[in-house]
């Protein structure tokens, strides 16, 4: 059976891990971790915005009508009564 862990013993000064741990959590804390997803969420939005106006206007067909007669002297007297 293995033996329980020990219990790390509590150092006056922090190390490297545990400042770069607290300077990460620090990020999200407050306001700032409540607003960060919020602002990304809205510049996707209005990216996609962007793209599917653009493509839309790209994706319009255009018609075009022309006009021309047809002789029957041509074409035969029966096909075209």
Same mark, same amino acid.
């Given at each position: 059976?293995?033996?329980? =862990?020990?219990? /790390?013993p ?5 190390? =490297? ?8 959590? =620090? /990020? ?5 971790g ?11 939005c ?7 106006? /653009?493509? #839309?206007?790209?994706? #319009? ?10 002789? /029957?002297k041509?074409?035969? #007297?029966?096909?075209?009564?």
């Open positions: 059976m293995p033996e329980p =862990a020990k219990p /790390r509590i150092a006056a000064e922090p190390d =490297a891990r545990t400042v770069k741990r607290t300077r990460a959590e =620090a /990020r999200f804390k407050g306001l700032t409540n607003r960060r997803p919020l602002l990304l969420a809205a510049d996707a209005d990216l996609l915005t962007t793209i599917i106006s /653009r493509v #839309q206007g790209a994706c #319009q067909m255009t018609f075009l009508t022309l006009t021309f007669s047809c002789l /029957r041509k074409f035969g #007297q029966n096909r075209y009564p």
